[in-house]
């Protein structure tokens, strides 16, 4: 809670932007991320290094790269869990975190960064579901409290999406009694319950054991042609080279390459990609 709080002290003027426009004629499409020259240090480390990175709706981009290159750290400055020092990001052309005034950018009140939070799904390695609530309870929790449903809507919501997971039998079944790939899928059900415009994934299977790894998988590729933009973090190459629109390779911070996947991974350019993936392949 007190990472949160930390989070949410308001900044007055944050830093001058370019005199750039909100972006028109894009109003029938949804979650189309721009992310320009983000930087953020955590003490002396230099966590993200001037990323800039333009992912278009209803895509699929895989971030790859060795441990600590900053993946982590760019997924919650998407969803505004990290302030970043210089740069911005913009979802639909609203700063996420911020809103701007005249070329300076303030930093939004809690309850509207909140709101904000609401177009973003966020799904962790840990599964993070509540231990003491259902599997439905769990799902319809989020619409409730945002009033985004009535109750009886949300419940009908919620099994429509237990159903794209494939756990409609699981809704009475508390947490502790799903296995982990059963626990993710619900989490991810749990964040497609606010209807965002874009899905964060940090390395969703990599807490799970091998034989239930394909499960969430699956119910990720089905998510990749909803018209969701999905940014997912993982060292599933195999699932990189069927699902994703774009691959984006960081090391220390910094995006070293990016391309289509038989770009990066079947001709990386750079020499960090190619040990990597020497590593993982
Ligand atoms: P990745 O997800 O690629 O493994 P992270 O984004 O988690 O990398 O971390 C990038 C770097 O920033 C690492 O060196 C990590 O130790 C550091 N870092 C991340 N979060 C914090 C934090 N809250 N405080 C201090 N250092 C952090
Ligand atoms: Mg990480």
Not at 186 to 209: C, G, Q, W, Y
Request: glycine residues 6%; aromatic residues 6%.
């Amino acid at each position: 809670m007190s990472e949160a709080f930390d989070l949410f002290v308001p900044q007055p003027v944050l830093r001058q932007v370019e005199n750039t426009h909100r972006q028109p004629g894009a109003d029938n499409q949804r979650g189309r991320i721009e992310i320009s020259h983000l930087s953020k240090h955590f003490a002396s480390h230099k966590a993200l290094d001037d990323v800039s990175l333009t992912i278009e709706p209803g895509t699929v981009t895989v971030i790859l790269g060795p441990s600590g290159s900053g993946k982590s750290t760019l997924l919650r400055t998407i969803n505004h869990l990290e302030r970043v020092d210089s740069g911005h990001i913009r979802i639909d052309g609203d700063y996420v975190g911020y809103q701007r005034k005249g070329n300076k950018l303030y930093e939004l009140k809690e309850h509207a960064i909140l709101k904000q939070r609401t177009h973003v799904g966020y799904v962790f390695q840990n599964f993070n579901l509540f231990p003491h609530l259902s599997v439905l309870d769990n799902i319809i929790e989020a619409p409730i409290v945002h009033r985004l449903l009535t109750r009886k809507q949300a419940i009908e919501r919620a099994y429509e999406l237990l159903d794209t997971v494939g756990l409609r039998a699981k809704a009475n079944a508390y947490p502790r009694h799903l296995s982990g790939g059963q626990q993710q899928r619900i989490a991810i059900a749990r964040a497609l319950a606010l209807n965002p415009k874009v899905m964060l994934f940090d390395e969703p299977t990599s807490a799970l054991d091998p034989e239930l790894v394909g499960e969430v998988l699956d119910v990720i590729k089905k998510l990749a042609s909803s018209g969701v933009t999905l940014v997912v973090v993982t060292h599933e190459i195999g699932f990189a080279r069927q699902v994703a629109d774009q691959i984006v390779f960081m090391v220390d911070g910094k995006i070293v390459e990016s391309g289509t996947a038989s770009q990066v991974l079947d001709a990386p350019r750079h020499s960090r990609t190619r040990s990597f993936l020497e590593k993982v392949l």
